[in-house]
């Protein structure tokens, strides 16, 4: 999520429900029209930041590798137009999270063979929260990817609810990345509750 995502809400005060309701990670995504910069991206940040350690959440910057290296954030999520994989790596060093976007196998492979601690495959579905995004894959990619190299985290992205979200776990797929999901949402920590429910329901398909 990034400060525009909110819907109108205080963005630090939906990423607190979110962390109530049991979220696992939070990426800062703060991009697209009215994006902060400078100092306020910077605060704001490290808000987030610090909400996640209140409760041990891991804290992942999108794209800006020069702002999780400042915080020391936990980790570093790239795009296939930003920096290659493996120069993200070396300047976060060995002990940091990597998590690039793929949407494809052949991507996939390159990602794990610099250093990818997980990838986001997709867009799943359609969704409204990318303007570049390109068109849904459904979920053969991460099957495609998770029979290929079973051991390397996929994190399923793109137009994924608790309504659809049981095919992407089963799938095969490690997690879902959402943003209008939760953060659009009236009561976050049952939406929360929703999708750890569909959980299971992909694990009876």
């Known amino acids: 999520m990034g400060s525009q995502n909110a819907a109108g809400r205080d963005p630090l005060e939906v990423l607190e429900s979110a962390l109530i309701g049991g979220i696992s990670c939070f990426q800062l995504r703060e991009k697209g029209a009215g994006a902060l910069t400078g100092e306020l991206l910077l605060d704001f940040a490290a808000e987030c930041q610090r909400l996640c350690r209140a409760y041990n959440v891991p804290f992942i910057v999108n794209d800006d590798v020069e702002l999780a290296r400042t915080l020391d954030a936990d980790g570093i999520h790239i795009g296939q137009e930003d920096m290659e994989a493996n120069a993200a790596r070396r300047l976060v060093g060995p002990d940091k999270i990597l998590g690039v976007s793929v949407h494809s196998l052949e991507e996939a492979g390159k990602a794990l063979l610099s250093g990818a601690d997980y990838v986001g495959m997709g867009p799943v579905f359609d969704t409204q929260s990318k303007a570049d995004a390109k068109s849904p894959a459904g979920i053969s990619g991460i099957m495609a990817v998770k029979s290929r190299y079973p ?34 949402a009236k009561n976050i920590p049952l939406q929360i509750r929703r999708f750890n429910e569909s959980i299971k329901a992909g694990a009876e398909k």
């Open 151 to 184: 051991g390397l985290p996929v994190i399923g992205i793109g137009g994924i609810t608790p309504d659809n979200a049981g095919q992407v776990w089963s799938a095969g797929a490690d997690g879902v990345a959402v943003i209008s999901a939760i953060a659009h």
